[in-house]
């Protein structure tokens, strides 16, 4: 068995629009000052310049390349 290719899936579906605001929960900080990660609707999104640690907040996403979610307070 070649196991050198990696085999080709479907992504799964975004489930955010860019700019569009919704309400996660901060679960922990990020990996660089001022961040956290936040969890809706099943995906994680990372919130940057975001000085609080825990609880519900209102936030906007700003990028949502690959499934990777960026935001922002709203």
Request: charged residues 30%; positive net charge; contains cysteine.
């Amino acid at each position: 068995v070649d196991t050198s290719e990696a085999e080709k899936r479907p992504s799964i579906p975004l489930k955010f629009k860019k700019g569009e605001k919704i309400y996660a929960e901060i679960k922990m900080p990020g990996w660089i000052r001022n961040q956290a990660v936040a969890v809706s609707n099943n995906r994680c999104i990372t919130i940057e310049n975001c000085d609080k640690t825990e609880g519900l907040t209102k936030i906007k996403i700003t990028e949502n390349k690959n499934n990777i979610y960026l935001a922002e307070l709203a």
